[in-house]
């Protein structure tokens, strides 16, 4: 890439007049924010009983039977990145709405549909493209209930076309959806009492399929690349279709650095920063996904937050990917929408990618 090229990219994600604010949605790049209305991505549903401990939801210790959720907060959330410059909402809906097809996949407190509709409505007039996200992956899957231990038989076929049709009718036919499928290792699952994996072939056949159901309802497949990170990068990408939207998640958890040429390819940042490389080499649009997450690595070398990696995420998308490929960047705080240190803590997360990308930081009111 030329120095030239960089600048042009670099200088797509500045405030006046830039291509952040042009006036055709598909010339704007993304400055995202993903919030999430359930906890239930990321709980073994096998095990019967909620547990908590005193701050926080145990992984793997079943399902919330009720919504953590409360809106006034996530529109406090969602003002102040709006107010920012975020002009992209990820919102991870999972459970939190009764699907008219499958009401008994609620929980209690889930929004009706019409809520719902209303709320992406209120969101869109505020200049948010509204991208709902379902995660189908079988590690993050509790949200679906019985139907997650029902993986690839012809019923699940049928309610995850099911689900994809209600959640694009709803959500005022997006143009985008997050369909997940990261993480679906034995590696992610080994604690949980019930583990199902696709691999190989299946894989593809079930990705391809919720690819193909997204698009049947007019909107634009989105997922994760943990898959092509942990098998064969270049392989992965040459097979992803051209369709779909990318998203390579690095938050140097292991403290590594974004050094490429230095680091060892048995890092996990080298694993991902080639996922990213092979993407763009193969023509696929990527919005690389960055958090203000501490991982317990980060946590036990002393630090207090995860404030760096956003930086060199950016600095080495901005660097290394092509500027007609590179779509925006998305941040995920991976909090929830609750009390108010979540509240400030979403809040971080987007203004650290604010920061990298040149747009400065608003006050927090």
Known sequence: MTRREFVAGAAAFGVGGSVLQASS??????????LHMTDNMWGDYSVPAFRRDAKKLVR???????????????????DYAVKGGCNLLMLDVGDAVVYPSHPEIAIKGSWTPERLNEEVKRLKK?????????????????????YHKMLTSQKYYEVCSDLIRDICEICDHPRYLHI???????????????????????????FNFLVNETEKNGARAWTWCSTGRNHDPDKFAARLPKSVIAATGLYDEEL????????????LNYKCLYTMLALDRAGIAQVPCVSNWLSPTQAKRGLKENAHSTAGVVKFSQER?????????????????????????????????????????????
Not at 25 to 34: N, T
Not at 180 to 201: A, N, P, V
């Open 25 to 34: 949605p598909e010339e704007r790049k993304w400055l995202g924010l993903l």
């Open 60 to 78: 793997g210790g079943g399902i919330n039977p009720s919504l953590n959720f409360d809106v006034e907060n996530f529109r406090r959330t969602v």
């Open 126 to 146: 505020l200049g948010l493209e509204v991208v709902p996200k379902l995660n189908f992956s079988s590690t993050h899957d509790s949200w679906l209930k019985d």
């Open 180 to 206: 997940g499928m990261d993480e679906e290792t034995y590696g992610h699952q080994w604690k949980f009492d019930f583990i199902c994996l696709r691999s190989g072939e299946l894989w593809w056949h079930d």
């Open 256 to 267: 590594e650095g974004f050094d490429y040429e230095k680091l060892s390819p048995k890092t």
């Open 321 to 365: 990917l092509s500027p007609s490929l590179l779509k925006g960047f998305l941040a995920a705080p991976w909090s929830h929408c609750v009390t108010e240190a979540q509240y400030r803590y979403n809040c971080r997360g987007f203004d650290l990618l604010k920061e990298a990308v040149g747009c400065g930081i608003a006050n927090r009111q």
